[in-house]
């Protein structure tokens, strides 16, 4: 796990710090490659943006720091495979919010998450 390496010698916020001038250079790239589609965009503005500006912070900022909290005091092989429940969070939200409907298929899915969780507690 190349994060709990770097985590070593650093605080969590620090690490994010880091972390996010990666993500920056990915952006910077995209850009140079999709400018001309993301330019074009700018021009369909309208509350969804907000929706992912607040999403974006909560999963790339909330979201990361607490893991890095995580990750530096714990073991990696229990903190990566337990922040690997999302599907659960996503599940339960698609549920409650979206009126997603409950399928067999998708509760199987959630049952393995859970197990594999437990299993690597």
């Not at 995209?30 to 503005?45: C, P, V």
């Given at each position: 796990?190349i994060?709990k390496?770097?985590?070593t010698?650093i ?7 880091y972390r996010?001038?990666g993500v ?5 790239l ?16 309208h509350?969804g943006m907000l ?28 903190v990566?495979p ?7 969070v ?5 549920v ?5 409907k409950v ?7 959630i049952?393995l998450?859970?197990?594999?969780v437990?299993?690597?507690r």
């Open positions: 796990m994060e390496l770097g985590l010698r605080e969590p916020a620090v690490g994010l710090f996010c001038c920056l250079f990915g952006i910077a995209l850009f140079i490659f999709y400018g001309k589609a993301i330019r074009a965009s700018w021009a369909n503005l509350s929706i992912l500006i607040g999403g974006g912070f909560l999963a790339s900022v909330v979201g990361q720091i607490c893991f890095y909290h995580a990750l530096k005091t714990g073991e990696a092989s229990r990566v337990l922040s690997g429940a999302y599907p659960l996503a599940f339960i939200l698609g409650l919010i979206l009126g997603e399928t067999l298929a998708k509760t199987a899915g049952l998450v859970l197990s594999g437990y299993l690597l």
